[in-house]
């Protein structure tokens, strides 16, 4: 695997190494000094056209935890301002000597065309409507792990409640939790779901409240108003009153069952429960859970023989 632009690049069997090697990261950072010396000598450009707190910061540590050089570009800060194109810019970066970047842009597609202007390797953080395949492979790890179903999600239902439509987490997360065997149940208006769903292999309900007891996860979703205009925005207090996570839905999800959510947290939109008090909240999970996995994909892609480099580097 040359690449990461999307969970379909991944083989089930690769989803499954990569969770369980993110095992093993997370060991590493749960020791006093987490860093290891796996990645030395390697630079990763963190190149973010769009905002992001989760995402960036949680690279640029995964980074530095292999010893990484970590280059940090902001377009806002950056020559874009002076009419610099995205391809000057990736060349630019690519002479300093760069081994992966790690690209986030609101174009859908853009880290496939960075792929054909530099050899480094290009990991999607997110690409408009399209991907972000960490994040899937993030809250897939984050469930497994906490229902200790190492390598599937047979038998768990998953609603994914909110804006499916422009929503680049739902298309990784459903993909990656289908192929590890989940049910996935979109919970939207009609407005925030794809014109289509032909394909995606999951079913659709109508309000949280007809899914709420019965799922083993509930995942919610903001609002992306970034990525509609005006007339597409439905009235919130329309939304929330079927689709808003409220102390009395979070009140009837089942014991076991898990909240996710990819934050930002839009709070009073599409939770208006205070997450810090739902039992099976893993929302701050997610962000750690993060780092490992990230750890694991940079690994993956720059750090070559697993069990001698990764095992070296775990000893050093
Ligand atoms: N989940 C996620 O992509 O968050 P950020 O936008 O903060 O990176």
Redesign the pocket.
């Known amino acids: 695997m040359k690449h990461l632009l999307s969970t379909r690049d991944l083989s089930t069997e690769d989803i499954v190494s990569i969770l369980a090697m993110a095992d093993h990261m997370a060991e590493i950072n749960a020791r006093a000094v987490p860093k290891v010396p796996a990645l030395r000598g390697r630079t990763v450009a963190s190149v973010f056209f769009?905002?992001?707190?989760?995402?960036?910061?949680?690279f640029e540590t995964a980074a530095t935890r292999l010893s990484a050089e970590v280059l940090t570009f902001t377009a806002s800060s950056s020559s874009v301002n002076k009419g610099e194109s995205l391809r000057d810019t990736i060349e630019t970066l690519s002479a300093m000597g760069v081994d992966a970047f790690v690209i986030?842009h609101k174009s859908s597609g853009a880290p496939q065309q960075i792929t054909q202007w530099t050899d480094a390797a290009v990991i999607n953080?997110?690409d408009g409507w399209h991907q972000?395949p960490t994040?899937g492979l993030l809250d897939a790890y984050t469930i497994t792990r906490n229902f200790n179903e190492l390598n599937s999600m047979k038998g768990r239902t998953v609603a994914i409640v909110g804006d499916i439509k422009h929503s680049r987490?739902a298309r990784s997360d459903i993909d990656v939790f289908t192929r590890l065997g989940a049910k996935v149940v979109l919970v939207a208006p009609g407005a925030f779901l794809p014109s289509s769903l032909e394909g995606w292999g999951v079913t659709t309900a109508d309000s949280l409240d007809d899914v709420i007891d019965v799922v083993d996860v509930v995942y919610m979703l903001r609002i992306q108003r970034e990525r509609m205009d005006s007339a597409q925005m439905p009235s919130l207090r329309e939304y929330s009153s079927l689709f808003a996570l409220t102390p009395e839905r979070a009140a009837r999800m089942q014991n076991h069952a898990l909240l996710l959510h990819?934050?930002?947290i839009n709070r009073g939109v599409e939770m208006i429960v205070d997450p810090s008090l739902v039992p099976g909240s893993r929302i701050l999970q997610?962000v750690t859970n993060?780092i490992s996995i990230r750890m694991a994909v940079l690994f993956s892609l720059l750090g070559g023989d697993a069990t001698t480099t990764l095992s070296n580097g775990v000893e050093a």
């Not at 905002?51 to 910061?57: A, G, H, I, K, P």
């Open positions: 769009e905002d992001s707190t989760r995402t960036r910061l949680s986030r953080a997110g972000h994040q987490v990819p934050g930002p997610q993060g």
